[in-house]
Structures are given as C-alpha cells and as structure tokens.
C-alpha cells in the first residue's frame, strides 16, 4: 500500500482508495450499477460521472448532425484525471455541472469529497490509457443495443428534453458508429463483463463483495 493512497475519512480508519470504473453503451444500467453500488457503500464512496467534464456545447442543436457527444474527443478528460488523482490523495475537488438539456456546462461547481470507494462510470472511460491506469476494478456493463435503444428514447424523452426524431438521427449518425468504433472495442480492457446489465443481482453482489474485502483489509 502506497503512503499516498492512504487517507483518512469521517470514521477515523485509514484505508487505501478503491478506485472503480464503470463502462458500457448508452443506456447500458452504468448508473443503475453506480447507484447500487453507492447505496451499499453509503458516505464512503463517491461517484464521478465523465459526463459531468463534456466541454460546452451550448451553441449547438442536438439536430445539428455535426455535433458528436459519443466521440472521445467530446469530454475534458485531463480535468477528470487531475480531480481524480486529487481525490486519491484525500483532497476536495470542485467538479463541473453539466446539462444535457442545453448541452452547456454550467457555471457552477460542486464539491466532492475525498472517499475510499471512487465510482467513475462513462461510455469511453476505458478508451483512455491515462484513466484505465488509475482503475483498481474496470467493470463493463454489456447490454444488447436493441435493449439500449430503447431505454435511449424513453429516457431522453422523458429526462433529456428530446424529440424521438431527434433521438433517433443522433443515434444512427453518431451513437451507433462511436459505439461501434470506441465504446465497444474498449470492453476489452475490462476486468469483468456483466451482461444483462442495470439489475443483474449475482453479478452485483460479487461486486459489493469484492469491495468489502478491500475495505477489510
Ligand atoms: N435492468 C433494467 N431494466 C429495465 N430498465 C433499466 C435497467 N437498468 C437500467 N434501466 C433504465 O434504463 C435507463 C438507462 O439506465 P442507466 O443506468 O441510466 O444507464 P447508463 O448510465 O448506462 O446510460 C434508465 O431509465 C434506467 O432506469
Ligand atoms: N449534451 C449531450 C451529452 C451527451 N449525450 C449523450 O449521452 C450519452 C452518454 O450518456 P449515458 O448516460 O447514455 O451513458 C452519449 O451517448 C451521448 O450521445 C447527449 O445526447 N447530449
């Protein structure tokens, strides 16, 4: 155990940060994992989304068939990896705020507080070398595309301000091919696969269970 990683949080243990990546397709249950998985762990773990860093994109439409969110070029990786290696060292950070209905960042900030579990989840986190090196588990949530698509649309109509036309033309120009070219190529670095994704409880409960004895030891 490095004397870096060793911080000491709210119950007064010293333990070593637990760094967790989440990846998997659109609408693939990253989140539904994510959030179990913090439900679990409760005030010692946190989650960091790679959305969250999208560089601004407020002057574009979604209809505009230019404008790429699934590209790895989209994001401000760099910053999360810098938050990243701060949180491990105990310190705060101020990530950004995101909107996908204006696909702005937002001016303000929210502080997250160092923890020993660190849950990042994203379509491409595991396209990157420079973030794949600091994952301790590199978990991938495969779920059908048929499955995912439709989860797509309800939830874009519902959550992210979206026309079905529109869902449906940024999904066959850019999701689709990026998924196809960067998302799904990347599954390769994981450590494990779950399929079904979002509520698969025996591939959860390994999961917990495997943090649990790092957090004991
Ligand atoms: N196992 C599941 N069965 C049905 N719906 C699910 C399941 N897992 C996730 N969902 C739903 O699908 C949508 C996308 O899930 P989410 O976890 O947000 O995926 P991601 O973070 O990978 O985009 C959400 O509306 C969520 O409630
Ligand atoms: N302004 C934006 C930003 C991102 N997207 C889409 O979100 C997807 C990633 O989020 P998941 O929760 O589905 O993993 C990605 O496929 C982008 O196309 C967007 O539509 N608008």
């Known amino acids: 155990m490095t004397k870096k990683n060793i911080i000491k949080f709210k119950r007064g243990k010293k333990m070593k940060t637990f760094l967790i990546g989440i990846a998997g397709g659109t609408a693939s249950g990253k989140t539904t994992l994510a959030r179990i998985l913090k439900d679990s762990f409760q005030e010692d773990a946190i989650i960091l989304k790679h959305d969250y860093y999208y560089y601004d994109r407020s002057h574009f439409k979604v209809e505009d068939e230019k404008i790429n969110f699934d590209h790895p070029d989209s994001f401000e990786t760099e910053l999360l990896v810098k938050q990243l290696k701060k949180l491990k060292k105990g310190e705060a950070v101020q990530r950004p705020v995101y909107s996908y209905k204006t696909n702005e960042r937002l001016a303000e900030k929210k502080r997250v ?105």
Request: charged residues 35%; hydrophobic residues 40%.
């Open 113 to 217: 507080n160092p923890a020993a579990i660190i849950i990042v989840e994203g379509i491409l986190i595991f396209h990157y070398e420079i973030l794949r090196k600091l994952f301790d588990l590199k978990i991938y949530v495969d779920t059908d595309a048929d499955i995912r698509l439709l989860r797509r649309i309800s939830r874009d109509i519902k959550e992210r301000d979206r026309s079905f036309e529109s869902v449906k033309r940024q999904y066959l120009s850019t999701v689709k091919p990026m998924h196809e070219k960067y998302v799904e190529p990347s599954k390769y670095y994981s450590d494990i696969i779950i399929p079904h994704g979002g509520l698969n409880e025996i591939a959860n409960d390994l999961i917990i269970k495997k943090i649990k004895d790092h957090l004991r030891n």
